[in-house]
């Protein structure tokens, strides 16, 4: 069927789902691998080739292995198996070895792939099921249920709205999402005072720093940042004083300065990308309302650093599509409130607090506090036990394990 039929061929006897971004769509392709019929609604119907979230952890690894992707992904990313904490001035601190996860997980490494290569995948996978059908061109604007349906109300191009029906819906529509804003779904947390400002460029700084890892956390008093290396290019994330303006921050002789601070090149920057953001750390009240399910970005926001949002992302969607599956097939619906309780557990007590302290140790102005976190991250990567501890909970694994306890 086209992917933009207006005839649901299934009725409302299927699972909708809000939101064609990686955690939607991993979501949809599990459920689909379960024989659970899907309606997927996504507003844009290209897949933009931007330079968001780029690092997959072990553990999605793992789950992505289950779906068939990983490898097609490993041929299409870089695979880093060391990455480090470094002082701007003094360089490197403290290096992590991946492979000390080799007993742990089946890719003892992080693998740097644009999140866009992912989703291209996944959907060429979900339009040859035919037991999905994929609607693009409609975005979320409002939801309602009762004790057996829920429906979903979406808005066409030309401000039209369509309604569509299931038996549940799984919301996956970002940080702003429509879904949760119109069940009133509270989403306390706190914004950043910062920007930060992204930029990619084609420089090596690879070949300028030669102990640099492909992803490395840079300590300052004045100015932190983090490099990230991804199969064509280096990315640069600056944090921005939010009193300079838009077009402060991205002129580009502003950028060449930044840029130039880093590693002076002896010749202009090539910028082949730039983005700024406020960055939130928030959770939702509740990940599960009835028959409507929040997912992803849509359920917890969290600073980039570390490289946990799009990877707990994942890991929601492949939770509550197991358990979904499951209530689907028959089991007490019962089971979702698990999905919460072990989800909303990892959101704050393990992806908001490690990305909080990333930036803790990366922001700290005083000397003395800076070195003692310096020392401490040394005598752990020094100590085989210590190491591998902290790589169990940077790389996720950890959380899983945790969340899994969870009743």
Known sequence: MHPNSKASFMGSNRVIVVGGGPVGLVAATYLATQGVPLLVVEESADITEDLRASTFHPPTLDFLDTLGVTRTLIERGLICPHWQFRDRKKGAVATFDLSALRDETAFPYRLQCEQWKLTTVLRERLAASADVELRYGLRAVSVRQDADRVVLVARTAEGEDEEFE?????????????????????????????????????????????????????????????????????????????????????????????LQSVVPSGTPYEVVHKTAYRVHERVAERYVEGRVLLAGDAAHLNNPLGGMGMNGGIHDAMNLGDKLAAVWRGADRTLLGQYERQRRKVAIESVQAQAMRNRQILNE???ARRQAYYDDLKATADDPVRHKEYLMRSSMIQSLRDAASVA
Do not use: K, N
């Open 365 to 367: 102005r005083d000397a």
């Open 166 to 258: 299931g038996r549940y819906l799984v919301a996956a529509d970002g940080a702003r999402s429509a879904i949760r804003r119109a069940l009133g779904t509270p989403f306390d947390g706190q914004t950043i005072p910062e920007r930060f400002l992204s930029l990619s460029t084609t420089f090596p700084f690879h070949e300028a720093m030669p102990d640099l890892a492909s992803v490395a956390y840079i300590s300052d008093p004045d100015e932190w940042l983090t490099l990230l290396r991804t199969p064509t290019l280096w990315r640069v994330l600056f944090p921005t004083d939010p009193s300079e303006t838009e077009e402060q921050m991205m002129a580009p002789a502003r950028l060449e300065e930044r």
